[in-house]
């Protein structure tokens, strides 16, 4: 496995749940840190409970302007970037759950915007240090609504669907240039994003954990430089569950 010691990653949504849980797994293994999100006293929260270097920088990453000032403040600050990882993402709108036939012209924007979107910009931003550098990681959050997706969530998963098609384009265009992009493809997180399902979501001890899904980021990103995942990665939720029932 390579070594993330001093290795300067950017997390977009580092101050969601699996963007912190990340931050601090990262953060951990010795990588130095870019932390993005819309709220800098959010960010500054999450930074202050880090063992390591971290940059914090509030922004949306829904502007190309903002993400190409992303990539920027990386270089300036660290000289390099060495890594991505999107976690920013939106579950629903104002509409909250809703059929496609009900769903607003309004939320469905606003979703594709933040999550296929904002990574299409976060990825484009990133790629022409990457390039100069022949070397680099992107790991874009998909999830398994993007395989399947789910009744009364259309956008969400019609935007994941997105992620990992625009992944493997770009996969398949910058791997012989040193830069390899995975997708990992968790089911339901324990997350304030899956509350918003009230009770239609699943208990707790029935999904994974932030901490479980930056474990597996971690581990993706230190895969040595000959390993490629051409496939998308899927967290075993539907083990978990039988172990769960077992016990």
Do not use: C, H
């Not at 601090?24 to 010795?30: M, Y």
């Not at 680099?136 to 098609?165: E, V």
């Amino acid at each position: 496995m390579d070594d993330l010691n001093d290795r300067v990653a950017i997390i977009t949504g580092a101050a969601g749940g699996i963007g912190s849980a990340t931050a601090r797994a990262l953060s951990g293994a010795g990588a130095r840190l870019v932390l993005v999100d819309r709220s800098a006293e959010a960010l500054e929260t999450v930074a202050g409970d880090l063992p390591g270097e971290a940059l914090t920088l509030a922004a949306s990453v829904t502007s190309k302007d903002d993400m190409t000032r992303m990539a920027e403040a990386t270089l300036d600050r660290f000289g390099q970037i060495d890594a991505l990882v999107t976690t920013a993402a939106i579950l629903r709108g104002k509409g909250g759950m809703t059929t496609v036939a009900e769903t607003s012209f309004e939320d469905w924007s606003q979703i594709i915007d933040v999550n296929l979107t904002g990574t299409f910009l976060s990825n484009q931003a990133v790629l022409p240090a990457m390039q100069a550098a022949k070397r680099g990681d992107i790991l874009n959050l998909s999830s398994t609504s993007g395989k399947q997706g789910r009744a009364f969530d259309g956008p969400y998963s019609a935007s994941k669907a997105g992620i990992i098609g625009l992944s493997e384009s770009l996969a398949q265009e910058v791997m012989r240039e040193g830069i390899r992009v995975q997708t990992l493809l968790p089911d339901a997180v324990d997350t304030e994003l899956w509350a918003q399902s009230g009770k239609a979501a699943l208990k707790p001890q029935a999904m994974l954990t932030p901490d479980q899904v930056a474990a597996l980021i971690v581990y993706m990103l230190a895969l040595p430089r000959d390993a490629y995942l051409m496939n998308p990665v899927v967290a075993p939720l539907q083990q978990r569950r039988k172990r769960v029932k077992a016990s």
